[in-house]
Protein backbone atom coordinates (compact mmCIF):
# COMPACT_ATOMS: atom_id res chain seq x y z
CA UNK A 1 0.00 0.00 0.00
CA UNK A 2 1.83 3.18 -1.12
CA UNK A 3 1.56 6.23 1.63
CA UNK A 4 0.74 9.65 0.50
CA UNK A 5 2.40 12.57 1.14
CA UNK A 6 0.73 15.76 0.58
CA UNK A 7 2.77 18.08 -2.39
CA UNK A 8 5.76 20.76 -1.36
CA UNK A 9 6.08 18.47 2.18
CA UNK A 10 9.69 20.56 2.89
CA UNK A 11 7.21 22.65 4.90
CA UNK A 12 7.20 19.62 7.18
CA UNK A 13 9.43 17.42 6.16
CA UNK A 14 10.36 14.84 8.49
CA UNK A 15 14.31 13.80 8.88
CA UNK A 16 15.05 10.09 7.75
CA UNK A 17 18.60 10.24 8.88
CA UNK A 18 19.57 11.27 12.03
CA UNK A 19 22.19 14.00 11.28
CA UNK A 20 24.78 15.06 14.27
CA UNK A 21 24.35 18.37 15.91
CA UNK A 22 26.92 20.65 14.63
CA UNK A 23 29.15 22.33 17.09
CA UNK A 24 29.05 26.12 16.52
CA UNK A 25 32.58 27.17 15.06
CA UNK A 26 35.39 28.12 16.92
CA UNK A 27 36.89 30.93 16.84
CA UNK A 28 40.53 31.19 15.69
CA UNK A 29 42.87 33.59 17.65
CA UNK A 30 45.68 34.77 16.35
CA UNK A 31 48.79 36.24 17.76
CA UNK A 32 49.06 39.95 16.65
CA UNK A 33 51.90 40.80 14.38
CA UNK A 34 55.08 42.87 14.86
CA UNK A 35 57.64 43.96 12.51
CA UNK A 36 60.36 42.55 14.57
CA UNK A 37 60.17 39.32 16.81
CA UNK A 38 60.64 41.80 19.76
CA UNK A 39 57.73 43.99 18.41
CA UNK A 40 55.50 41.26 18.21
CA UNK A 41 56.51 39.93 21.07
CA UNK A 42 56.12 43.11 23.61
CA UNK A 43 52.59 43.62 21.51
CA UNK A 44 51.41 40.70 23.21
CA UNK A 45 52.75 41.18 26.37
CA UNK A 46 50.62 44.00 26.45
CA UNK A 47 47.50 42.59 26.36
CA UNK A 48 48.14 39.10 28.50
CA UNK A 49 49.14 39.38 32.19
CA UNK A 50 51.82 36.46 32.75
CA UNK A 51 52.10 36.84 36.74
CA UNK A 52 49.17 33.83 37.28
CA UNK A 53 50.92 31.51 34.56
CA UNK A 54 54.29 32.47 36.95
CA UNK A 55 52.66 31.81 39.93
CA UNK A 56 51.28 28.79 38.95
CA UNK A 57 55.50 27.59 39.02
CA UNK A 58 55.88 27.91 42.82
CA UNK A 59 59.07 29.64 42.37
CA UNK A 60 60.79 26.49 40.47
CA UNK A 61 63.96 28.12 37.94
CA UNK A 62 62.52 30.06 35.29
CA UNK A 63 62.22 28.12 32.15
CA UNK A 64 64.10 29.15 28.72
CA UNK A 65 60.76 30.46 27.57
CA UNK A 66 60.56 32.81 30.83
CA UNK A 67 64.06 33.66 30.59
CA UNK A 68 63.29 35.13 26.87
CA UNK A 69 60.19 36.86 28.43
CA UNK A 70 62.22 38.61 30.91
CA UNK A 71 65.20 39.64 28.86
CA UNK A 72 62.43 41.04 26.23
CA UNK A 73 60.85 43.08 28.70
CA UNK A 74 63.76 44.55 30.11
CA UNK A 75 65.41 44.92 26.66
CA UNK A 76 62.18 47.06 25.55
CA UNK A 77 60.90 48.90 28.14
CA UNK A 78 62.28 51.94 29.84
CA UNK A 79 63.99 51.53 33.46
CA UNK A 80 61.01 51.44 35.88
CA UNK A 81 61.69 54.36 38.60
CA UNK A 82 62.94 52.69 41.85
CA UNK A 83 60.06 51.44 44.01
CA UNK A 84 58.85 53.51 47.15
CA UNK A 85 60.54 52.16 49.90
CA UNK A 86 58.20 52.19 52.52
CA UNK A 87 55.61 50.30 50.75
CA UNK A 88 54.58 46.33 51.26
CA UNK A 89 56.09 43.72 48.70
CA UNK A 90 54.26 43.78 45.56
CA UNK A 91 51.62 40.64 45.45
CA UNK A 92 53.42 38.97 43.23
CA UNK A 93 51.20 36.10 43.30
CA UNK A 94 47.97 37.56 42.97
CA UNK A 95 46.61 37.01 39.51
CA UNK A 96 46.02 40.34 38.20
CA UNK A 97 43.29 41.38 35.79
CA UNK A 98 43.90 43.97 32.63
CA UNK A 99 41.15 47.03 33.63
CA UNK A 100 38.52 46.62 30.80
CA UNK A 101 35.36 48.87 31.59
CA UNK A 102 32.22 48.16 29.68
CA UNK A 103 31.88 51.99 29.75
CA UNK A 104 35.30 52.13 28.27
CA UNK A 105 35.90 53.63 24.50
CA UNK A 106 36.43 51.05 22.67
CA UNK A 107 40.78 50.74 21.64
CA UNK A 108 42.52 49.34 19.04
CA UNK A 109 43.01 45.98 21.40
CA UNK A 110 39.61 45.76 21.33
CA UNK A 111 39.13 46.01 17.85
CA UNK A 112 41.22 43.52 17.67
CA UNK A 113 39.20 40.85 19.34
CA UNK A 114 36.05 42.05 17.84
CA UNK A 115 37.23 41.75 14.49
CA UNK A 116 37.93 37.93 15.46
CA UNK A 117 34.67 37.52 16.81
CA UNK A 118 33.37 39.04 13.86
CA UNK A 119 34.58 36.93 11.28
CA UNK A 120 34.48 33.69 13.68
CA UNK A 121 30.99 33.47 13.95
CA UNK A 122 28.25 31.86 11.73
CA UNK A 123 27.46 34.91 10.90
CA UNK A 124 30.51 34.88 8.05
CA UNK A 125 30.79 31.63 6.16
CA UNK A 126 31.77 32.35 2.73
CA UNK A 127 35.06 30.58 2.15
CA UNK A 128 38.17 32.11 0.95
CA UNK A 129 38.45 29.95 -1.38
CA UNK A 130 35.38 28.63 -2.93
CA UNK A 131 37.33 24.79 -4.27
CA UNK A 132 34.98 22.27 -4.03
CA UNK A 133 35.67 19.91 -1.45
CA UNK A 134 36.81 16.24 -1.95
CA UNK A 135 33.34 15.01 -0.43
CA UNK A 136 30.17 16.51 0.55
CA UNK A 137 30.76 16.43 4.14
CA UNK A 138 27.58 18.72 5.73
CA UNK A 139 27.51 16.59 8.54
CA UNK A 140 31.00 17.00 10.12
CA UNK A 141 30.82 18.01 13.30
CA UNK A 142 33.32 20.92 14.37
CA UNK A 143 34.42 22.25 11.30
CA UNK A 144 36.77 24.69 12.28
CA UNK A 145 36.00 28.69 11.47
CA UNK A 146 37.16 30.16 8.37
CA UNK A 147 40.39 32.02 8.81
CA UNK A 148 39.75 35.32 9.39
CA UNK A 149 41.53 38.42 7.39
CA UNK A 150 44.95 39.20 8.26
CA UNK A 151 44.62 42.36 10.51
CA UNK A 152 47.62 44.89 8.51
CA UNK A 153 49.37 47.35 10.21
CA UNK A 154 49.67 49.78 7.51
CA UNK A 155 47.62 52.34 7.99
CA UNK A 156 45.80 53.42 4.60
CA UNK A 157 44.71 56.50 3.63
CA UNK A 158 43.50 56.49 0.16
CA UNK A 159 39.86 56.88 -0.88
CA UNK A 160 37.90 56.30 -4.27
CA UNK A 161 35.66 59.16 -4.93
CA UNK A 162 31.50 57.75 -5.06
CA UNK A 163 30.94 60.24 -7.32
CA UNK A 164 27.02 58.68 -8.62
CA UNK A 165 27.03 60.62 -12.27
CA UNK A 166 27.42 58.51 -15.41
CA UNK A 167 30.93 59.52 -15.61
CA UNK A 168 32.28 58.67 -12.56
CA UNK A 169 30.31 55.53 -12.71
CA UNK A 170 32.08 54.76 -15.73
CA UNK A 171 35.40 54.48 -14.59
CA UNK A 172 37.58 51.58 -13.45
CA UNK A 173 39.80 53.39 -12.34
CA UNK A 174 40.52 52.56 -8.66
CA UNK A 175 41.07 49.69 -5.98
CA UNK A 176 39.91 48.40 -3.18
CA UNK A 177 42.72 49.66 -0.94
CA UNK A 178 41.56 52.92 -1.84
CA UNK A 179 37.96 52.34 -0.45
CA UNK A 180 37.54 54.00 2.92
CA UNK A 181 34.71 56.15 3.15
CA UNK A 182 33.58 57.79 6.84
CA UNK A 183 30.07 56.65 8.02
CA UNK A 184 27.60 58.60 5.76
CA UNK A 185 23.91 58.00 3.82
CA UNK A 186 22.25 60.15 2.15
CA UNK A 187 24.91 61.83 0.23
CA UNK A 188 26.04 60.15 -2.68
CA UNK A 189 28.86 62.02 -3.65
CA UNK A 190 31.09 62.56 -1.25
CA UNK A 191 34.01 65.34 -0.86
CA UNK A 192 37.31 66.02 0.40
CA UNK A 193 36.02 66.24 3.72
CA UNK A 194 34.80 62.54 4.08
CA UNK A 195 38.69 62.60 4.80
CA UNK A 196 37.98 64.85 8.06
CA UNK A 197 35.15 63.14 9.32
CA UNK A 198 37.05 59.92 9.31
CA UNK A 199 40.15 61.12 10.76
CA UNK A 200 38.34 62.59 13.15
CA UNK A 201 35.89 59.64 13.92
CA UNK A 202 39.92 57.84 14.33
CA UNK A 203 41.41 60.56 15.74
CA UNK A 204 41.21 59.19 19.50
CA UNK A 205 42.37 55.93 19.31
CA UNK A 206 45.20 57.49 17.12
CA UNK A 207 46.24 60.05 19.64
CA UNK A 208 46.39 56.76 22.57
CA UNK A 209 48.63 54.45 20.59
CA UNK A 210 50.46 56.66 17.95
CA UNK A 211 49.71 56.35 14.01
CA UNK A 212 48.49 52.97 14.65
CA UNK A 213 44.70 52.58 13.80
CA UNK A 214 42.91 49.44 13.53
CA UNK A 215 42.19 48.40 9.83
CA UNK A 216 39.42 46.15 11.23
CA UNK A 217 37.95 49.34 12.79
CA UNK A 218 38.39 51.08 9.76
CA UNK A 219 36.73 48.86 7.89
CA UNK A 220 33.87 48.00 10.30
CA UNK A 221 32.95 51.31 10.66
CA UNK A 222 33.36 52.06 6.57
CA UNK A 223 30.95 48.91 6.14
CA UNK A 224 28.09 50.84 6.54
CA UNK A 225 28.62 52.91 3.46
CA UNK A 226 27.57 51.17 0.73
CA UNK A 227 30.02 52.11 -2.45
CA UNK A 228 28.16 53.10 -5.45
CA UNK A 229 27.40 50.67 -8.44
CA UNK A 230 30.45 50.53 -10.63
CA UNK A 231 30.04 49.95 -14.28
CA UNK A 232 30.95 47.12 -15.59
CA UNK A 233 32.94 47.19 -18.88
CA UNK A 234 32.98 44.17 -20.21
CA UNK A 235 29.12 44.02 -20.18
CA UNK A 236 26.19 45.17 -22.76
CA UNK A 237 23.79 47.67 -22.04
CA UNK A 238 21.22 45.95 -19.69
CA UNK A 239 18.08 48.15 -19.23
CA UNK A 240 17.60 47.80 -15.46
CA UNK A 241 21.48 48.50 -15.20
CA UNK A 242 21.22 51.64 -16.97
CA UNK A 243 17.99 52.52 -14.94
CA UNK A 244 20.46 52.84 -12.17
CA UNK A 245 23.69 54.23 -13.86
CA UNK A 246 21.16 56.92 -15.04
CA UNK A 247 20.56 58.62 -12.06
CA UNK A 248 16.67 57.48 -11.57
CA UNK A 249 17.24 54.83 -8.68
CA UNK A 250 20.64 56.33 -7.69
CA UNK A 251 19.06 57.64 -4.67
CA UNK A 252 17.43 54.81 -3.30
CA UNK A 253 21.12 52.89 -3.88
CA UNK A 254 22.85 55.35 -2.05
CA UNK A 255 20.79 55.69 1.09
CA UNK A 256 19.81 52.31 1.48
CA UNK A 257 17.52 51.25 5.16
CA UNK A 258 20.52 49.55 7.26
CA UNK A 259 18.94 47.23 9.42
CA UNK A 260 20.85 44.55 12.17
CA UNK A 261 22.78 46.85 13.64
CA UNK A 262 24.25 48.47 10.58
CA UNK A 263 26.01 45.72 8.75
CA UNK A 264 24.31 44.51 6.04
CA UNK A 265 26.55 43.36 3.97
CA UNK A 266 23.09 42.91 1.28
CA UNK A 267 22.64 46.31 1.48
CA UNK A 268 26.43 47.54 1.03
CA UNK A 269 26.93 45.28 -1.66
CA UNK A 270 24.30 45.02 -3.72
CA UNK A 271 21.54 47.25 -5.18
CA UNK A 272 18.17 46.16 -4.88
CA UNK A 273 16.02 45.84 -8.45
CA UNK A 274 13.12 44.07 -7.21
CA UNK A 275 11.74 41.30 -6.00
CA UNK A 276 11.24 38.13 -8.57
CA UNK A 277 10.06 34.71 -6.08
CA UNK A 278 8.86 33.89 -4.01
CA UNK A 279 9.06 30.03 -2.23
CA UNK A 280 7.75 27.73 0.45
CA UNK A 281 11.52 28.86 2.77
CA UNK A 282 13.10 31.66 0.49
CA UNK A 283 12.24 35.01 -1.29
CA UNK A 284 14.81 35.73 -4.01
CA UNK A 285 15.39 39.61 -5.33
CA UNK A 286 16.85 41.23 -8.25
CA UNK A 287 19.93 42.76 -7.58
CA UNK A 288 22.47 44.80 -9.16
CA UNK A 289 26.18 44.11 -7.30
CA UNK A 290 27.91 47.63 -6.80
CA UNK A 291 31.60 46.52 -7.13
CA UNK A 292 31.67 44.01 -10.08
CA UNK A 293 28.23 46.28 -11.80
CA UNK A 294 26.50 42.88 -12.69
CA UNK A 295 23.06 41.60 -11.97
CA UNK A 296 22.42 38.78 -9.62
CA UNK A 297 19.63 36.51 -7.76
CA UNK A 298 19.89 37.47 -4.50
CA UNK A 299 17.83 34.39 -2.44
CA UNK A 300 16.91 34.95 1.44
CA UNK A 301 15.60 32.46 3.65
CA UNK A 302 12.24 33.89 4.99
CA UNK A 303 12.28 32.34 8.10
CA UNK A 304 14.85 33.66 10.96
CA UNK A 305 17.29 31.05 11.67
CA UNK A 306 17.46 30.96 15.16
CA UNK A 307 19.59 27.61 16.09
CA UNK A 308 22.10 25.43 14.90
CA UNK A 309 19.68 22.69 13.31
CA UNK A 310 17.99 25.00 11.24
CA UNK A 311 21.40 26.86 9.65
CA UNK A 312 22.95 23.76 9.29
CA UNK A 313 19.52 22.58 7.25
CA UNK A 314 19.85 26.06 5.67
CA UNK A 315 23.49 25.94 4.27
CA UNK A 316 22.76 22.11 2.96
CA UNK A 317 21.73 24.35 -0.31
CA UNK A 318 24.81 26.47 -0.27
CA UNK A 319 27.05 23.65 0.52
CA UNK A 320 25.94 21.16 -2.19
CA UNK A 321 26.51 23.89 -4.67
CA UNK A 322 29.66 24.86 -4.19
CA UNK A 323 30.55 21.09 -3.49
CA UNK A 324 29.07 20.80 -7.12
CA UNK A 325 31.26 23.43 -8.97
CA UNK A 326 30.05 25.16 -12.02
CA UNK A 327 28.50 23.42 -14.90
CA UNK A 328 25.90 25.36 -17.69
CA UNK A 329 23.04 23.32 -16.65
CA UNK A 330 22.96 24.21 -13.42
CA UNK A 331 22.19 27.83 -11.58
CA UNK A 332 25.30 29.11 -10.80
CA UNK A 333 26.80 29.99 -7.33
CA UNK A 334 28.56 32.81 -6.15
CA UNK A 335 28.20 33.28 -2.37
CA UNK A 336 26.81 33.19 0.79
CA UNK A 337 26.55 34.64 4.07
CA UNK A 338 24.20 34.99 7.20
CA UNK A 339 22.97 38.04 8.27
CA UNK A 340 20.47 38.90 10.52
CA UNK A 341 19.65 35.25 11.43
CA UNK A 342 18.99 34.69 7.65
CA UNK A 343 21.00 33.13 4.98
CA UNK A 344 21.56 34.79 1.66
CA UNK A 345 22.59 33.23 -1.53
CA UNK A 346 24.31 35.08 -4.31
CA UNK A 347 23.33 32.93 -7.40
CA UNK A 348 23.50 33.67 -11.54
CA UNK A 349 20.22 35.52 -12.39
CA UNK A 350 18.04 33.15 -14.82
CA UNK A 351 14.85 34.76 -16.80
CA UNK A 352 12.51 32.59 -15.46
CA UNK A 353 11.26 29.34 -14.05
CA UNK A 354 9.74 26.97 -16.13
CA UNK A 355 6.36 26.78 -13.79
CA UNK A 356 5.65 30.00 -15.00
CA UNK A 357 4.56 29.13 -18.63
CA UNK A 358 2.33 26.19 -17.24
CA UNK A 359 -0.65 27.37 -19.10
CA UNK A 360 1.22 26.75 -22.46
CA UNK A 361 1.48 22.95 -23.39
CA UNK A 362 5.28 22.42 -24.01
CA UNK A 363 6.09 21.64 -27.58
CA UNK A 364 7.76 18.16 -28.46
CA UNK A 365 11.33 19.50 -29.51
CA UNK A 366 11.50 21.84 -26.88
CA UNK A 367 10.80 18.83 -24.42
CA UNK A 368 13.22 17.00 -26.15
CA UNK A 369 15.83 20.16 -25.75
CA UNK A 370 15.23 20.41 -21.87
CA UNK A 371 15.52 16.60 -21.39
CA UNK A 372 19.25 16.56 -22.87
CA UNK A 373 19.89 19.45 -21.19
CA UNK A 374 18.38 18.49 -17.53
CA UNK A 375 20.15 15.24 -18.38
CA UNK A 376 23.36 16.92 -18.63
CA UNK A 377 23.00 18.37 -15.39
CA UNK A 378 22.08 15.58 -13.45
CA UNK A 379 24.59 13.50 -14.69
CA UNK A 380 26.99 15.82 -13.85
CA UNK A 381 25.56 16.03 -10.51
CA UNK A 382 25.36 12.19 -9.85
CA UNK A 383 29.05 11.70 -10.89
CA UNK A 384 29.62 13.44 -8.00
CA UNK A 385 27.15 11.49 -5.75
CA UNK A 386 24.64 13.93 -4.97
CA UNK A 387 20.71 13.34 -6.23
CA UNK A 388 19.08 16.60 -6.08
CA UNK A 389 15.50 14.95 -5.05
CA UNK A 390 13.37 18.10 -6.02
CA UNK A 391 13.71 18.09 -9.85
CA UNK A 392 10.31 19.82 -11.15
CA UNK A 393 9.33 22.66 -12.64
CA UNK A 394 9.58 25.03 -10.30
CA UNK A 395 13.05 24.31 -9.84
CA UNK A 396 14.47 24.40 -13.33
CA UNK A 397 15.37 27.61 -14.67
CA UNK A 398 15.89 29.24 -18.24
CA UNK A 399 18.21 31.78 -19.04
CA UNK A 400 19.36 32.74 -22.53
CA UNK A 401 17.42 29.75 -23.70
CA UNK A 402 19.63 27.15 -21.43
CA UNK A 403 17.85 25.21 -18.76
CA UNK A 404 19.53 24.85 -16.15
CA UNK A 405 18.56 22.70 -12.54
CA UNK A 406 18.51 24.55 -9.20
CA UNK A 407 17.02 25.04 -5.47
CA UNK A 408 19.59 21.83 -4.08
CA UNK A 409 17.41 22.89 -0.83
CA UNK A 410 16.94 18.93 -0.73
CA UNK A 411 20.00 17.58 -2.20
CA UNK A 412 21.91 14.94 -0.71
CA UNK A 413 24.33 11.85 -1.13
CA UNK A 414 23.62 8.81 -3.16
CA UNK A 415 25.96 6.59 -0.55
CA UNK A 416 22.98 7.98 1.64
CA UNK A 417 25.53 9.40 4.41
CA UNK A 418 23.17 12.27 4.81
CA UNK A 419 20.23 13.48 6.04
CA UNK A 420 17.13 12.50 3.06
CA UNK A 421 14.32 14.68 2.40
CA UNK A 422 11.44 14.51 0.25
CA UNK A 423 10.98 16.88 -2.13
CA UNK A 424 7.15 17.50 -4.01
CA UNK A 425 5.43 14.45 -3.92
CA UNK A 426 3.33 15.16 -7.53
CA UNK A 427 7.31 14.22 -8.85
CA UNK A 428 7.92 11.77 -6.43
CA UNK A 429 8.62 8.22 -7.54
CA UNK A 430 6.83 5.39 -5.35
CA UNK A 431 10.09 4.13 -3.62
CA UNK A 432 10.39 7.19 -2.02
CA UNK A 433 7.17 6.80 -0.99
CA UNK A 434 7.74 3.64 0.51
CA UNK A 435 10.56 4.89 2.47
CA UNK A 436 13.55 3.14 -0.56
CA UNK A 437 16.61 4.97 -0.65
CA UNK A 438 18.47 2.36 -2.66
CA UNK A 439 19.04 4.30 -5.83
CA UNK A 440 18.66 8.00 -5.27
CA UNK A 441 19.53 8.75 -8.66
CA UNK A 442 16.96 7.40 -10.19
CA UNK A 443 14.49 9.60 -8.48
CA UNK A 444 15.88 12.35 -10.20
CA UNK A 445 15.25 10.93 -13.00
CA UNK A 446 11.45 10.16 -12.25
CA UNK A 447 10.49 13.23 -11.79
CA UNK A 448 12.41 14.99 -14.20
CA UNK A 449 9.83 12.45 -16.54
CA UNK A 450 7.44 13.54 -14.42
CA UNK A 451 8.09 17.07 -14.66
CA UNK A 452 8.06 16.87 -18.56
CA UNK A 453 4.97 14.64 -18.96
CA UNK A 454 3.32 17.48 -16.86
CA UNK A 455 4.90 20.44 -19.17
CA UNK A 456 3.75 18.51 -22.28
CA UNK A 457 0.32 17.44 -21.11
CA UNK A 458 -0.12 21.27 -20.17
CA UNK A 459 -1.89 19.73 -17.02
CA UNK A 460 -0.81 20.12 -13.49
CA UNK A 461 0.12 16.48 -11.92
CA UNK A 462 -2.20 15.22 -9.36
CA UNK A 463 -1.29 15.57 -5.48
CA UNK A 464 -3.13 12.42 -4.70
CA UNK A 465 -6.07 10.28 -5.69
CA UNK A 466 -6.27 7.23 -8.01
CA UNK A 467 -4.18 9.19 -11.04
CA UNK A 468 -1.77 9.42 -8.77
CA UNK A 469 -1.62 5.95 -7.82
CA UNK A 470 -1.75 4.52 -11.52
CA UNK A 471 1.02 7.28 -12.65
CA UNK A 472 3.40 4.91 -9.90
CA UNK A 473 1.93 2.07 -11.27
CA UNK A 474 3.66 3.10 -14.69
CA UNK A 475 0.35 3.85 -16.09
CA UNK A 476 0.73 7.13 -18.35
CA UNK A 477 -1.45 8.00 -20.87
CA UNK A 478 -0.13 9.06 -24.34
CA UNK A 479 1.64 12.70 -25.26
CA UNK A 480 -0.47 14.22 -27.93
CA UNK A 481 1.51 14.91 -31.22
CA UNK A 482 5.23 13.54 -29.90
CA UNK A 483 7.13 10.61 -31.41
CA UNK A 484 6.17 7.62 -30.14
CA UNK A 485 10.20 6.60 -29.44
CA UNK A 486 10.00 9.71 -27.15
CA UNK A 487 6.51 8.70 -25.18
CA UNK A 488 8.68 5.50 -24.38
CA UNK A 489 11.68 7.02 -23.38
CA UNK A 490 9.45 9.25 -20.83
CA UNK A 491 7.25 6.20 -19.53
CA UNK A 492 11.23 4.00 -18.94
CA UNK A 493 11.95 7.25 -16.89
CA UNK A 494 8.79 6.76 -15.21
CA UNK A 495 9.17 2.85 -14.26
CA UNK A 496 7.85 2.23 -11.01
CA UNK A 497 11.05 0.11 -10.67
CA UNK A 498 14.28 2.53 -9.92
CA UNK A 499 16.59 -0.19 -11.63
CA UNK A 500 14.82 -0.45 -14.99
CA UNK A 501 15.09 3.57 -15.18
CA UNK A 502 17.66 4.86 -17.66
CA UNK A 503 20.37 7.16 -15.69
CA UNK A 504 21.56 9.91 -17.01
CA UNK A 505 24.08 9.17 -18.64
CA UNK A 506 22.08 6.79 -20.54
CA UNK A 507 19.45 9.03 -21.54
CA UNK A 508 22.40 11.35 -23.08
CA UNK A 509 23.31 8.55 -25.35
CA UNK A 510 19.99 7.79 -26.76
CA UNK A 511 19.47 7.99 -30.34
CA UNK A 512 16.63 10.12 -30.18
CA UNK A 513 18.92 12.43 -29.47
CA UNK A 514 21.36 12.52 -32.31
CA UNK A 515 19.94 14.46 -34.60
CA UNK A 516 19.18 17.23 -32.17
CA UNK A 517 23.41 17.11 -31.24
CA UNK A 518 24.93 15.12 -33.68
CA UNK A 519 28.04 13.64 -31.97
CA UNK A 520 31.47 15.54 -32.92
CA UNK A 521 32.62 14.10 -35.84
CA UNK A 522 36.26 11.84 -35.30
CA UNK A 523 39.15 12.55 -37.09
N1 LIG B 1 18.56 32.06 -9.89
C1 LIG B 1 17.32 32.52 -10.06
N2 LIG B 1 17.03 33.31 -11.09
C2 LIG B 1 15.77 33.76 -11.30
N3 LIG B 1 14.74 33.48 -10.49
C3 LIG B 1 14.97 32.70 -9.42
C4 LIG B 1 16.26 32.18 -9.16
N4 LIG B 1 16.19 31.44 -8.03
C5 LIG B 1 14.93 31.49 -7.63
N5 LIG B 1 14.17 32.24 -8.45
C6 LIG B 1 12.72 32.52 -8.30
O1 LIG B 1 12.38 32.46 -6.93
C7 LIG B 1 11.45 31.41 -6.68
C8 LIG B 1 11.76 30.75 -5.36
O2 LIG B 1 13.08 30.24 -5.38
P1 LIG B 1 13.45 28.81 -4.76
O3 LIG B 1 12.67 27.76 -5.43
O4 LIG B 1 14.92 28.63 -4.86
O5 LIG B 1 12.99 29.02 -3.26
P2 LIG B 1 12.57 27.94 -2.20
O6 LIG B 1 11.99 28.64 -1.03
O7 LIG B 1 13.72 27.05 -1.94
O8 LIG B 1 11.45 27.19 -2.98
P3 LIG B 1 10.68 25.82 -2.75
O9 LIG B 1 9.33 26.23 -2.30
O10 LIG B 1 10.68 25.24 -4.12
O11 LIG B 1 11.45 25.01 -1.79
C9 LIG B 1 11.57 30.48 -7.88
O12 LIG B 1 10.41 29.76 -8.12
C10 LIG B 1 11.88 31.45 -9.01
O13 LIG B 1 10.72 32.04 -9.49
MG1 LIG C 1 12.06 25.97 -5.41
Given at each position: ??????????????????????????????????????????????????????????????????????????????????????????????PQVLPMDADEPMEDKDCCILSQDFFCTPDYITPEMPQPADDYEANKENTPC???????????????????????????????DQHITPIQFDDPIQDDSDQD????????????????????AVSLRCRVTPPPCIKNPYLNTDPVIDDVYGGRQCKSGFSPSIGGGGLSRY????????????????????????????LYAVKRSIK??????????????????????????????????????????????????????????????????????????????????????????????????????????????????????DGDSRYMPPEMLNDKYENLDKVDIFSLGAAIYELIRGTPLPV????????????ISLLPGCPTQFQSLIKSMMDPNPVRRPSAKEILRHQIFEKLHPAPAKK
Open positions: MMKTKTPRPRASKARRASAAPVAAPKAVTKAADGSSPSGGLSLQLEQVSLISFLSDRGGAAPTRFEALLEEESSRDEPAPPPPPLPQAPPPLLQPKSPEKSVNGRGKRYRTDCSPKGLESTDFSFQLMQVMQPAMQKRGSYVSQSRTDFHEIGKIGTGNFSVVFKALNRIDGCHLNNDMERKQAVKEVQALAALGSHENIVGYFTSWFENEQLFIQMELCDRCLSMDRNQPLQCREALELLYQICKGLDFIHERGVAHLDVKPDNIYVRNGVYKLGDFGCATLIDRSLAIESGPQFASIREGR
